[in-house]
């Protein structure tokens, strides 16, 4: 069966909350916004996360692939090793007979097992719409100090609007061309292990789109940014040509001021397993770039600065 008949809203890492209702739930719970969670114990730091993606392919392997990629970026960020998770499958009406079932659960496990995650329990309920949602775990060496931010550059690793395109492809196959392939674990995770001694922080693009990654780590640390983008870091233009709203976050009532109607559009894209900004602290742009492009061959942008004498996200 096509995805076709399902709920935009509800595919990928739609269905969000907007960014002002986020906040004030993280207030509420004395959140300080991050990825991920830090349980210390000993020499070592338990990192947990968890993500609900809903289906936004026909493709129920590569859809449950997509699932695990997502949900494990959170890890990834902390630098923390992917050890194990527990999943909750809602089948949906679109899951057409127990094939589907089993294709879905077995791709699932499998990609898990390529990486070396163990699963814990497995949970599943009957559901409008598939969705698979995984709480995902993972193990580092105890934290260090952490490092002291003041300014340096923003950089994008991987291209913008890929889900988007994935999910357009679904409804309009001829009409959109074919998006390049998402970063997946076994590139990112060795990246981030080569670079951790020049990051000052890392976050990964989701359902609030580049925008909402830029404005969590600009609050996360009280730092301004200057950022510019450019139709360069988009997988492909009709990413924003064609419309489809579902994979547009709305921005009211935000600290993020957009200086044109296409910077929105380029920051607002959704993104499911999405691309990678890093805070870099007083390193030159070349050696930084020369280091990610040569040895891993990720598509790697500077797109701007950030200062703690300034406030707010400009982009333009």
Known sequence: ???????????????????????????????????????????????????????????????????????????????????????CFEFGIDMCNESDIDTIVKSTLLYCEKFGIQIGKLHSVLSQQTHITVAARGLRPASRDKKKISSGKVFLVGLLGISKLNSLREFEENAVPSPHNFMRIDTIKPLLFRIRDELSDVSDVSGYGLAGALSNLAQRHRVGMEIELKPQLLSHRSAIDIPFDCHQTDYDETCIDFLSTQAMKIATLREVAGPLVLLVENTSRESFIKNIEDEYGCCFSEIGHYDNAKSGVRIK
């Open 1 to 87: 069966m096509t995805i076709q008949k399902l709920t935009p809203n509800m595919m990928g890492c739609n269905a969000k909350v907007k960014l002002p209702q986020l906040y004030r739930m993280q207030q509420i719970v004395n959140s300080n916004g991050c990825d991920f969670s830090v349980y210390p114990l000993g020499e070592y730091d338990i990192i947990t996360s968890i993500d609900r993606i809903g289906r936004n392919l026909t493709d129920l392997c590569l859809f449950a692939e997509m699932a695990i990629e997502h949900a494990f970026r959170d890890i990834l960020v902390a630098q923390a090793n992917p050890t194990g998770a527990d999943i």
